[in-house]
């Protein structure tokens, strides 16, 4: 990854999405001319749990070795960015030894998405600000770390996170909470929607939230 700027731009992604889950893992896939690189700030625990899977995804321009795809920590993740960023060829080695994450058992599609038109940043601010002072209220704790707290903490982030934005098209409150916390937000003044199958995906300026409900949901 020759450009600086790309390198920064992964470091500040990486560090955001650690806010939002001090544990969490990325996962690293190559496509012709870059990576993109999935976060997950939302997902369900288990069986029982009715959180929407919410992903970040943020792609940069790179030569990378076909196949690649890699899921780490977001903590590894970062010691890796550290490195490249060291190095006269932004050149990152990643770690070759297997890992899992429970949200990248289903990858969400490359293709066959459509138009569902557009969401007002206005609403999804004005979700994000309830649905903060929501969570805050009933469980008595702030909204930064999308998985620490008990079972009342996650029920209560569930429900408030789950919840359908009006006007969206059914897309759950949790994309305004990750696009804010992950930084995707610029000028914009609407954020385009898109859906294939149960997946929604919304394309703000500096990335792309992708969700999907639990069936039944």
């Known amino acids: 990854m020759p450009d600086p700027r790309a390198i920064s731009d992964l470091a500040t992604f990486t560090s955001r999405a ?6 969490g893992m990325i996962r690293v896939q190559g496509f012709a001319g870059g990576v993109a690189c999935f976060v997950a700030p939302l997902y369900p625990a288990g069986l029982d749990d009715a959180t929407p899977t919410v992903l970040g995804v943020r792609t940069v321009r790179a030569v990378v070795d076909q196949g690649l795809d890699v899921v780490l920590p977001l903590a590894e993740f970062r010691e890796v960015v550290a490195a490249a960023g060291g190095s006269d060829e932004g050149r990152f080695v990643l770690p070759g030894e297997a890992r899992t994450a429970v949200w990248t058992a289903i ?8 138009s569902m038109g557009h969401v007002p940043v206005t609403v999804l601010r004005a979700a994000l600000s309830e649905g903060i002072r929501e969570v805050t209220t009933s ?53 385009p929607v898109w859906r294939s199958g149960p997946w929604f995906r919304l394309a703000a300026s500096f990335g792309d939230v992708l969700a999907r409900f639990r069936p039944g949901q």
């Open 18 to 23: 650690e806010r939002l889950d001090t544990e």
């Open 107 to 114: 990858s969400p599609p490359r293709a066959n998405w459509r």
């Open 139 to 191: 469980a008595g704790s702030g909204d930064g770390d999308a998985h620490a707290g008990g079972p009342i903490v996650h029920r209560v982030r569930a429900a408030v996170w789950g919840r359908k934005l009006p006007g969206a098209a059914g897309v759950p409150a949790g994309c305004a909470w990750a696009l804010d916390g992950l930084g995707f937000f610029g000028a914009e003044t609407s954020v």
